[in-house]
């Protein structure tokens, strides 16, 4: 089984970014952490973050050329404004989760639409760095 974790703008500042509502735990931490699960279960798993909404739709297209069977993907502020993203996710047909460390639902109005949640396969929102653990242990018990 192939994953890919795709994390959208900004996720390269975690650990130091708005540490009250992200936390303090890296993107590498995340990784690892993700890798660590990954390897035992004999699983490949590659991560890609971008700033920009234009790399993360290449990667997608990539993604199923590379046949990757599932995506992990924390869109940031894209959630809330990338049409682009969500038919780039229609394109390729690769089921995904989404994740995000805050809960969208708690915040902002704006940040209580997502342009993907309705595609994906689930939706992990507001359980800290965890959801992305939560939203590999998922895809491993789907097969």
């Known amino acids: 089984m192939k994953i890919l974790v795709l994390n959208g703008p900004n996720l390269n ?7 009250e509502v992200y936390g303090t735990d890296t993107l590498e931490d995340i990784q690892k952490n993700l890798q660590s699960i990954a390897s035992r279960k004999s699983v490949s798993i590659e991560f890609y973050q971008s700033n ?12 199923k050329k590379d046949l990757v069977d599932y995506i992990i993907i924390n869109p940031g502020a894209f959630t809330h404004t990338s049409i682009a993203l969500r038919d780039a996710f229609l394109g390729v047909g690769i089921p995904f989760i989404e994740v995000h460390i805050s809960n969208i639902y708690s915040r902002e109005e704006f940040r209580k639409k997502s342009y993907l949640s309705d595609i994906s396969k689930g939706l ?14 998922s895809i491993l018990q789907r097969g």
């Open 124 to 137: 992990i929102t507001g359980l800290g760095v965890a959801g992305y653990e939560f939203a590999l242990l």
């Open 13 to 19: 500042l975690l650990g130091t970014r708005e540490p």
């Open 52 to 63: 920009s909404e234009n790399e993360l739709i290449d990667r997608l297209h990539e993604a």
